[in-house]
């Protein structure tokens, strides 16, 4: 929440944040009254109706059904029109692209994943893969509010830059603006995130790690990346490249050109060859994360002993990881995404034993361990979210249209 000496001073400023301060109520309780609208806001009837006729003017909410609560004659709801603007979330992994597209209310209307071999691509063949699917996406919708793009590495949020992807093996990517010039959408509604930390937003807002101000996102693939939240306020820059955490000193070579870094450990790679021989199905190329983890899960519930035994490894070296960030950071709850989440009835003894093996922070009950709610759908909503939060933020870069009576 802004603190008063972040509030805006002028009109306009003040007026865009009350466009904002209803979109957003409408977003998280869906259709309300004028009247409830006032009362959820703090801004007067008068004020809330001018509201709700510039938010209409802009196509950005319609009339919904009647209020029957309170006194007096029922009241026309106003909610959020569903399909008038959209984001797009691309998302890129070693293994993957895809794309998620979400409308002004949150809800996700496509989702498209297409495994591949991202290194074997190459940065420019892979943009060619991400503006295709943005074109696919853009020919179903009408209005795209924006663009967000998540990536394994780091990135510079400022110039749309990957500064580094090892597991991508990028350096120095100007992916904005190589996917402006490829779909010819503006710059400046392109934005590139790494994809930990959007996807740990995503949890933030209305996943397993909602309503909590300390948390570490974990998220589990090739690698392990983390989106590190405390006081609400996400932490950026190079702090989520927690993979590279040199946890082994002597420990298997990196892609980054160290050793033992936390991700050698805890990637799925390493994981699947310790539960399963070369030619095994957990490791046919043709399938992607989720269904190697499928795999893995069944084997796990029947039963079989190598599995477990892979499993409770993970856990422990898990473990090993979330100790030192639990000093770190002391969260209150360590959210297992990727394909640690639906793994997490296994994983979270062994990681358990560890924080209370390597971490001061156990002495106090330590984090909570959960798994993500929104699993491997996670970094494309995030990446989602993203795109179309500039407009939440402020609702008047939707264009005016034609007036349209909203009932009082």
Same mark, same amino acid.
């Given at each position: 929440?802004?603190?008063?000496?972040?509030?805006?001073?002028?009109? +306009?400023?003040?007026?865009?944040?009350?466009?904002? /301060?209803?979109?957003? $109520?409408?977003?998280?309780?869906?259709?309300?009254?004028?009247?409830?609208?006032?009362?959820?806001?703090?801004?007067?009837?008068?004020?809330?109706?001018?509201?709700?006729?510039?938010?209409?003017?802009?196509?950005?909410?319609?009339?919904?059904?009647?209020?029957?609560?309170?006194?007096?004659?029922?009241?026309?709801?106003?909610?959020?029109?569903?399909?008038?603007?959209?984001?797009?979330?691309?998302?890129?992994?070693?293994?993957?692209?895809?794309?998620?597209?979400?409308? $002004?209310?949150?809800?996700?209307?496509?989702?498209?994943?297409?495994?591949?071999?991202?290194?074997? /691509?190459?940065?420019?063949?892979?943009?060619?893969?991400?503006?295709?699917?943005? /074109?696919?996406?853009?020919?179903?919708?009408?209005?795209?509010?924006?663009?967000?793009?998540?990536?394994?590495?780091?990135?510079?949020?400022?110039?749309?830059?990957?500064?580094?992807?090892?597991?991508?093996?990028?350096?120095?990517?100007?992916? +904005?603006?190589?996917?402006?010039?490829?779909?010819?959408?503006?710059?400046?509604?392109?934005?590139?995130?790494?994809?930990?930390?959007?996807?740990?937003?995503?949890?933030?807002?209305?996943?397993?790690?909602?309503?909590?101000?300390?948390?570490?996102?974990?998220?589990?693939?090739?690698?392990?990346?983390?989106?590190?939240?405390?006081?609400?306020?996400?932490?950026?820059?190079?702090?989520?490249?927690?993979?590279?955490?040199?946890?082994?000193?002597?420990?298997?070579?990196?892609?980054?050109?160290?050793?033992?870094?936390?991700?050698?450990?805890?990637?799925?790679?390493?994981?699947?060859?310790?539960?399963?021989?070369?030619?095994?199905?957990?490791?046919?190329?043709?399938?992607?994360?989720?269904?190697?983890?499928?795999?893995?899960?069944?084997?796990?519930?029947?039963?079989?002993?190598?599995?477990?035994?892979?499993?409770?490894?993970?856990?422990?070296?898990?473990?090993?990881?979330?100790?030192?960030?639990?000093?770190?950071?002391?969260?209150?709850?360590?959210?297992?995404?990727?394909?640690?989440?639906?793994?997490?009835?296994?994983?979270?003894?062994?990681?358990?034993?560890?924080?209370?093996?390597?971490?001061?922070?156990?002495?106090?009950?330590?984090?909570?361990?959960?798994?993500?709610?929104?699993?491997?759908?996670?970094?494309?909503?995030?990446?989602?979210?993203?795109?179309?939060?500039?407009?939440?933020?402020?609702?008047?870069?939707?264009?005016?249209?034609?007036?349209?009576?909203?009932?009082?």
């Amino acid at each position: 929440m802004p603190q008063p000496s972040d509030r805006p001073t002028d009109r +306009a400023g003040v007026r865009r944040a009350n466009l904002a /301060l209803l979109v957003r $109520l409408l977003r998280r309780h869906g259709g309300l009254s004028r009247a409830q609208l006032a009362t959820l806001s703090g801004l007067s009837k008068a004020t809330v109706s001018g509201l709700v006729a510039e938010l209409e003017i802009r196509e950005l909410v319609q009339a919904g059904g009647r209020h029957e609560g309170g006194q007096g004659r029922p009241g026309q709801l106003v909610e959020l029109r569903p399909r008038g603007h959209w984001g797009i979330g691309l998302e890129v992994d070693e293994n993957h692209v895809g794309a998620t597209v979400l409308d $002004l209310a949150g809800t996700a209307t496509t989702r498209r994943r297409a495994a591949c071999d991202v290194r074997a /691509l190459g940065a420019e063949r892979t943009l060619d893969e991400l503006a295709a699917l943005v /074109l696919a996406a853009r020919s179903e919708v009408d209005d795209v509010a924006g663009i967000a793009v998540a990536v394994p590495g780091l990135v510079d949020t400022a110039t749309g830059l990957v500064r580094v992807a090892p597991g991508l093996r990028w350096r120095g990517l100007a992916l +904005a603006d190589g996917l402006a010039a490829r779909t010819g959408f503006p710059l400046d509604r392109i934005v590139v995130g790494n994809d930990a930390n959007l996807a740990a937003l995503a949890e933030a807002d209305d996943g397993a790690a909602r309503g909590c101000s300390d948390v570490v996102f974990l998220l589990g693939g090739m690698g392990v990346g983390a989106g590190l939240i405390t006081g609400g306020g996400l932490i950026g820059g190079a702090a989520g490249e927690v993979g590279h955490l040199s946890l082994e000193p002597t420990g298997r070579p990196c892609v980054c050109g160290r050793r033992g870094c936390w991700q050698t450990a805890v990637g799925i790679d390493p994981f699947l060859h310790s539960l399963a021989g070369p030619g095994d199905l957990v490791h046919d190329p043709s399938l992607d994360l989720a269904q190697r983890t499928a795999i893995v899960r069944r084997r796990a519930q029947d039963g079989d002993r190598r599995v477990l035994d892979a499993l409770v490894q993970l856990g422990a070296a898990l473990g090993h990881g979330i100790a030192v960030l639990a000093d770190l950071l002391d969260p209150r709850i360590v959210v297992l995404g990727g394909y640690f989440a639906p793994l997490r009835e296994w994983l979270a003894e062994p990681v358990r034993a560890e924080l209370a093996a390597r971490s001061v922070t156990a002495e106090t009950g330590g984090p909570r361990i959960v798994a993500s709610r929104l699993g491997f759908t996670a970094v494309g909503t995030g990446a989602a979210q993203a795109a179309i939060r500039p407009l939440l933020d402020d609702p008047t870069l939707a264009p005016a249209g034609a007036p349209v009576s909203v009932e009082a």
